[in-house]
């Protein structure tokens, strides 16, 4: 039902703000706003998802909970549909999800309505080292147990 209304909802305000607005300054500059506010949501969108990477990045290499990157990203992602969205009320709300306590105080939202059961992360002595060690080798190796000596091939003369 909520999301009936929701759809319902935003929709007659785009148009509600589409007729104001349009009212006070004109169609062309009407128009160019949200021509702008789609390159500029598109510009944040794309260095803070940068960000966001990075940090989920981090988080996953020192094995921390990888929830809150998580999340930021999914919310700026859907910042970038509503940017690029046509109309005023949803480049309000996309602009807001682009600002980090917006999204930090969604955070605590969803947080608060999902209950992690466990989360756990273990890694070895040597993935526990900085992955630019260098003194990591990385490689495989397979246990052959006793095997006899290899002989060297015979040679002729």
Do not use: C, K
Not at 31 to 59: C, K
Not at 95 to 106: E, F, G, I, N
Not at 128 to 136: A, H, K, N, S
């Amino acid at each position: 039902m909520w999301l009936f209304l929701i759809f319902l909802a935003v929709p007659l305000i785009e148009i509600g703000l589409f007729i104001q607005v349009g009212g006070a300054i004109g169609l062309l500059p009407t128009l160019v706003i949200v021509i702008l506010t789609a390159l500029l949501g598109t510009a944040l969108v794309r260095q803070q998802g940068i960000a966001v990477l990075n940090d989920l990045r981090r988080s996953l290499d020192t094995f921390d909970d990888p929830a809150r990157p998580l999340v930021h990203g999914a919310l700026i992602l859907f910042a970038g549909a509503l940017l690029l969205t046509p109309g005023f009320f949803t480049d309000a709300v996309g602009l807001s999800l682009l600002v980090p306590p917006v999204r930090d105080m969604a955070y605590d939202l969803v947080r608060r309505r999902i209950a992690v059961q466990r989360y756990r992360a273990e890694a070895t002595a040597s993935a526990r080292r900085r992955p630019d060690d260098p003194t990591v080798i990385d490689g495989e190796f397979e246990d052959l147990g006793d095997l006899p000596p290899r002989t060297p091939p015979n040679r002729r003369p």
